[in-house]
């Protein structure tokens, strides 16, 4: 069975490694601008955190990779890299579209994981009785095998 957060944002534990990072489904997948309906601002807080961890290990081999990937295949991100924004993601509202149940809002929470590494949780809730939570309910069906 794939959880409805697999059908709705990204199915990661089927993704290679390599691809299981949120930056590169926002900059590099052809269809991350149908899937998050604040694309532009999904992408600039994206940047942003991706400036708070270059701050934290400024010679991280796999970052430096991934923003020299990112750079090489947006010129979005090209563009916002420039700016230097710096952000810490925190909480609030998330918008999403998928084809089969439509728009759906959640709310996030991030958590930080205790570590050297600076993991963060990011938890997405639907307020019980919303059209979000109808939504998941409804996209949780539709992804339940014969």
């Known amino acids: 069975m794939e959880p409805p957060a697999a059908a709705l944002i990204a199915d990661f534990p089927h993704l290679a490694p390599r691809e299981r990072n949120m930056a590169?489904?926002?900059?590099?997948?052809?269809?991350?601008?149908?899937?998050?309906?604040?694309?532009?601002?999904?992408a600039r807080t994206t940047v942003g955190m991706l400036r708070m961890a270059a701050g934290r290990h400024p010679h991280d081999p796999e970052l430096v990779r991934l923003v020299g990937e990112l750079s090489l295949g947006s010129e979005t991100f090209r563009r916002l890299w420039a700016g230097h924004h710096v952000h810490e993601k925190t909480h609030g509202p998330k918008r999403f579209r998928h084809p089969a149940v439509g728009d759906v809002t959640l709310d996030y929470e991030t958590f930080?994981?205790?570590?050297?590494?600076?993991?963060?949780?990011?938890?997405?809730?639907?307020?019980?009785?919303?059209?979000?939570?109808?939504?998941?309910?409804?996209?949780?069906?539709?992804t339940v095998p014969d």
């Open 112 to 142: 930080h994981v205790p570590g050297a590494a600076h993991h963060l949780l990011v938890v997405y809730t639907a307020p019980p009785g919303s059209p979000a939570e109808e939504a998941l309910n409804l996209l949780g069906g539709l």
């Open 24 to 42: 590169r489904r926002i900059f590099l997948d052809p269809h991350a601008r149908e899937v998050h309906l604040d694309w532009d601002e999904a």
